[in-house]
């Protein structure tokens, strides 16, 4: 995807920022001013020389919080990712099966709070003091999603557990602002003004207990075409493409495409089918 990316970009010749480096971000800090400004701010000086198509339409940029529980330094990090990974912990207390949203949370929004290992602080120099929370301050058309099931486990062995999600998954609660949206001068884009809610449209589906063995297959819809007519699945229903076969899936088979999920697709509601630059 990132090939892909250079490949299509105008501006390839020029240095790309997927970071904003850490004297900038200091200007961009929780005293200076708001976070809308300030996401604002960062995304476009990270978007500045990405003008593909595919940064346009997948990019998607995350926020930082950081805080010492010490001092109380406080500090703003930005990346921008064409995917959001999701780790699917093999912790022995999590519930075999659990819920996208659930997931979510637990990496991104108000509910989430890492405490960061090993983390110096730069001000009061202690060392495991500061705790940081992660958000989506920037939402793309086309979002990707990364269920990492077998990052950690050493041995490659998968996170077999069940992520269960609905057709239609709204993202607003991970995003930095109180009211959801970017308001004022900031408001320029569709995509900074809430809801965030997506659909899914494709689903692959790792089959197997092993890095090293298994077999992928995916489960896609047309979002745009009808599901049924005169009772009767149509082009728009969910179908099956495992290597040559294709087939429509069953209502119950539906229901489960959650299991084995291992990349999950989502357009957002409200998104052109023509992209302006097309
Ligand atoms: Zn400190």
């Not at 339409?57 to 926020?63: A, Q």
């Not at 659930?102 to 110096?120: A, W």
């Not at 209502?251 to 089918?273: H, M, Q, Y």
Request: with cysteine.
């Amino acid at each position: 995807m990132d090939r892909l990316e250079d490949e299509l970009n105008p501006n390839r010749n020029k240095f790309i920022e997927r970071t904003v480096p850490e004297d900038r971000a200091m200007k961009w800090g929780p005293d200076q001013m708001s976070i809308a400004t300030a996401c604002a701010l960062a995304r476009d000086y990270m978007f500045k020389n990405s003008s593909s198509p595919v940064s346009q339409l997948m990019d998607s940029i995350t926020y930082q919080f950081q805080v010492c529980k010490r001092c109380n330094l406080q500090k703003r990090k930005w990346n921008v990712a064409n995917y959001i990974n999701l780790p699917v912990e093999a912790i022995k207390n999590t519930p075999q099966v659990t819920d996208l949203m659930g997931l979510l949370r637990r990496h991104y929004g108000t509910e989430d709070e890492d405490f960061k290992p090993d983390f110096i602080c730069d001000k009061c120099k202690q060392r495991n003091t500061t705790y940081a929370t992660d958000y989506i301050c920037h939402y793309p058309d086309y979002l990707v999603i990364n269920l990492s099931r077998f990052k950690g486990n050493l041995d490659g062995s998968k996170a077999d557990k069940q992520i269960r999600f609905s057709e239609t998954v709204d993202l607003t609660s991970l995003s930095p602002f109180d009211d959801h949206s970017v308001n004022g001068p900031e408001a320029r884009i569709r995509q900074q003004t809430a809801r965030f809610k997506y659909q899914v449209y494709a689903v692959v589906r790792h089959h197997g207990s092993s890095i090293r063995g298994g077999h992928y297959t995916t489960v896609a819809r047309h979002l745009d075409l009808p599901r049924t007519y005169m009772n009767k699945p149509t082009a728009g229903a969910w179908h099956e493409y495992n290597d040559k076969q294709v087939r429509q899936l069953s209502p119950s088979e539906v229901t489960n495409i959650s299991r084995d999920a291992a990349i999950i697709f989502l357009k957002r509601e409200g998104t052109p089918n023509r992209p302006p630059f097309i």
